[in-house]
């Protein structure tokens, strides 16, 4: 018996709703509440209902009927137990990988947040998260533009719906067109939709003026899967001869665990804090001379702007970057998820290729360089959407064959998110009916932004013992902490950096979930990360409890008021 199923409109239905929930109220959907729900719709029956009875009832007019048998699926359980709760049978190198205090932190603040839904009484009514840059859970509204194209091309009814402007009817029908089956339940190419690609290369020639090409483009589930991809592809040799990648300290706080577990060999070079956070070339070259002595560095990553430090680099900074990877021979990761959020004085966000390719012609041609870019990034902050991407400079063809033949292992990146990784980078223009509003609401949280740094880096060094850089690009602060001696022992009894217990009692005791700092060997300083990549009034309420927090801590020396 052969069953022919279409595509559930139901789900197509739910699944709009949840990309663009305007589209509740457009004409082209049927009665919500009954479908959804699976009350009452036809006569009586919810939708559900009504088909099961109909898939049943083809199925027992088949001729299959009579002879199908149902067989339970066996397996040898206490084998299995017995294989796979032994520590030892877990990879190894997923057993070195480091603990992660973020994680802690964030199953502390799940604990919590259940204790307050059983009616525990806290301090706190809720937990706040700036630890990370997740904006939609902090209520920052999505870009219309982007949901409403998504909401139409996974329900391409909606076409007919007079509800969304024409240019979002348009763009949604261009990309259907893209995808196999003009549906986003296809799969794509493991190294992405071709005419993404082309939107993505086309991007960056215009941003560069430098020529870019869709063949060397690759688009992953997220910026951090490029990257580990990217460098999964260096990892060989054991021992002394093991792939060593630079890392910046501070770097990403999930970088260490991608890295790690691609098999490389983590090389710190310490950022200057005291210049802004500035890159420090003594300091490169420092930790490549050392890291010769038990690995092979073979790439330096960096990102701009900062994550978490909030720097930006100027063209001359970036210009010994690139003469630093060429004279050491050295693979150039460039992370510029944050590039469309340069707000300080006098700076503007130049990428690395385009430096590159304005610099010496035989550096043009020979410095080989991977950037990566994502929907995390600040305009579009569509983090749950999982799609980013990495271009690929200089690189042997033979070589770029391998990024394809990886991408394969994840199939293809969520349809959604390479959609979201065109409306991007192609956004409404000038004329378009979207345009306006696109530009609103993309410069609201640009001012939301540049206004949260200026303010919380003017209230965090007022608090005694806090002492926080300027801030001049990305989502982030990172002021360093002062402790008192104190937290210091207690936090070496518990087996904690200083930084971390703070950031634990900071949840329990005010509910508001910060970053502790990472900051490669520096194990003598601490920090803290805050996502300023929040409404306003939230931000308020964060820094009134951390201040309230703080005080207490430092013992009294200056009240809540007083800051």
Not at 93 to 111: F, H, I, K, Y
């Amino acid at each position: 018996m052969k069953l022919v199923w279409k595509h559930s409109a139901m789900l197509h239905l739910l699944l709009c709703i949840c990309v663009a929930p305007c589209a509740s109220s457009v004409q082209a959907l049927p009665p919500l509440p009954a479908m959804a729900l699976g009350g009452p719709h036809i006569l009586g029956k919810s939708v559900l209902e009504s088909n099961l009875e109909e898939a049943v009832s083809v199925w027992q007019s088949s001729s299959d009927c009579n002879s199908f048998k149902w067989t339970a699926p066996t397996f040898e359980f206490n084998c299995f137990m017995e294989m796979m709760t032994s520590l030892q049978h877990v990879n190894p190198t997923v057993r070195g990988l480091r603990d992660s205090p973020q994680t802690m932190l964030q199953n502390l603040a799940e604990r919590i947040r259940k204790e307050i839904s059983l009616g525990a009484q806290k301090p706190f009514k809720k937990v706040i998260d700036v630890s990370s840059g997740d904006p939609h859970r902090v209520d920052l509204q999505h870009v219309s533009f982007l949901r409403q194209v998504l909401a139409v091309c996974i329900y391409p009814q909606l076409l007919e719906d007079k509800c969304f402007p024409l240019d979002v009817k348009i763009r949604a029908q261009k990309l259907l067109e893209a995808c196999d089956g003009a549906s986003v339940g296809s799969y794509t190419a493991s190294s992405g939709l071709r005419h993404v690609r082309q939107s993505i290369a086309e991007f960056i020639t215009k941003r560069d003026g430098v020529p870019s090409y869709a063949q060397n483009i690759f688009i992953s589930a997220g910026s951090q899967r490029a990257i580990m991809i990217a460098v999964k592809l260096l990892a060989s040799g054991e021992g002394n001869t093991r792939t060593g990648v630079l890392i910046p300290g501070p770097c990403p706080h999930m970088l260490y665990n991608v890295l790690e577990e691609a098999g490389v060999v983590l090389v710190p070079y310490q950022l200057t804090e005291e210049r802004g956070w500035a890159v420090d070339l003594d300091n490169m070259h420092q930790a490549l001379k050392a890291a010769r002595g038990y690995c092979e560095p073979r790439a330096i990553y960096i990102s701009n702007p900062g994550n978490p430090t909030g720097h930006v680099q100027d063209r001359k900074s970036i210009e010994e970057v690139i003469q630093f990877a060429a004279a050491e021979r050295v693979l150039l990761l460039a992370d510029e998820v944050y590039q469309d959020s340069v707000y300080g004085k006098d700076r503007e966000f130049i990428s690395y290729k385009k430096v590159l390719f304005e610099m010496d012609i035989e550096l043009a041609e020979t410095v080989q360089l991977i950037s990566f870019h994502s929907l995390s990034s600040t305009c579009i902050r569509e983090c749950g959407l999982r799609a980013g991407y990495m271009e690929v400079v200089n690189m042997d063809p033979e070589v770029i064959y391998y990024f394809d033949n990886t991408l394969c292992g994840d199939i293809s990146t969520p349809v959604t998110g390479q959609l979201g990784l065109d409306l991007m980078v192609n956004p409404p223009q000038s004329g378009d009916p979207s345009y306006h509003t696109y530009m609103q609401e993309t410069f609201f949280i640009l001012a939301t932004l540049s206004h949260n740094a200026q303010w919380v880096q003017e209230l965090l060094n007022k608090l005694p013992g806090v002492r926080c850089q300027p801030v001049l690009g990305g989502i982030y602060v990172f002021p360093r902490l002062h402790l008192p001696c104190g937290i210091k022992e207690q936090a070496k009894l518990l087996g904690l950096k200083a930084d971390v217990l703070y950031c634990q009692k900071l949840l329990e005791e005010e509910g508001v979930l910060a970053g502790a700092g990472e900051h490669g060997e520096m194990t003598d300083s601490f920090h803290l990360r805050l996502c300023i990549l929040v409404p306003h009034y939230t931000l308020v309420e964060v820094l009134a409890r951390l201040t309230s927090f703080h005080c207490r801590l430092m013992g009294g020396t200056v009240t809540p008021t007083e800051v």
